[in-house]
């Protein structure tokens, strides 16, 4: 196919994708349902670790409701780099569709082929996910209560570099083109969610996050969109900074507890999160919601360490993340009690345990035991 080919290709995919999103059927309220079905992925590396770690905690915390059938857990399996690679499809038919039988599910990090692996070029498997099941906002909170900071993220997550990234053209032996896409749609969802977050929370302050003196075209679509909808919120103080600068006052402490609810496209977000993440203590630390009004998944917001499962200390591994996660997940469902109970408990945590990844740190069987005791 030659270049011309491909790009009317890429720009007759996006105007159909528009339309879908402007003839959306009315979202699923979660917490209404009358019967909630949780999966469980483990992953790869210390993935299924960690995950092991959220079944044991939520089983326990979520018993009577698993006892009279209003919750239900389904284990699933298949989301390896093994099965993965051997099927040449970065999400499996069978697991894609056993994910779509469930409400929600919790999802331990996956394995992303990179250049120099020697594997197949797959897409990320979380990628993926996201776009088939249309998670569109990962939430993302940081908080460090002694600094007062009390952030949470919107990371726009279906569209801007990430909805190409697999189909970007080799135009020629020195010239690669990539692509970014923003929509009008895709913004104001994610811009609505956040709004409606900020409001909930007592009027917290928005700020959108873009570099559009520079990316005119769809960083200038996502500003003037969230502006738009910020409109419907006079109460709420919304302001807008460069993703560079954005960077620097987040570690301004003479400042940084102003900030609020942040709106980010995809990119940004992905790299903003990751230092907002550090500032609360670490990646390890930090968990992730990826919501759509169909299905919602739940994960940490770290990678696999293949490396630390390699060298035998995948028992080491720090599970806090996906437990924050699964608060999420609670939340989410309507067991907000059961996510305060979950919350305190990994709030007790802290300090009391020394997650070094090694040898010298605690384990996860001993987190959890811990949380277990104190739910
Ligand atoms: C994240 C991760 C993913 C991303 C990777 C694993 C594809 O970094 O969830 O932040 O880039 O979104
Ligand atoms: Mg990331």
Redesign the pocket.
Known sequence: MDVNNKFNAIIEQQLKRVEALKNAPAPVDFAKLEKVKIGFVDGDGVGPIITDSCRKVLGELLKDSIASGKIEFKDIEGLTIENRVEKLNTLPNEVLDAIKECNVFLKG??M?PGKGDGLPELE?A??ALRKNLDLFA?VRPVTVPEKNIDWVFFRENTEGE?ALGSQGIDVSEDLAIDFKVITSQGTRRLAEAAFKYAKSAGNKNVTIITKANIMKKTDGKFLETCYDVAKKYPEIKTDDLYVDICSAKLIDYTSNSRFGVFILP?LYG?II??EAAQIQGGVGTAG?ANVGDRYAMF?A?H?SAPRMVKEGRGKYSNPSSMLRASVMMLRHIGHGEDADRLEKALDASKGKFNMTGRENGNTADELTDFIIKNL
Do not use: K, R
Request: charged share 20%.
């Open positions: 990090p996956t992303t990320s979380n990628v990962n990430y995809n992905d999160t990751d992730s994960e917001i990678g």
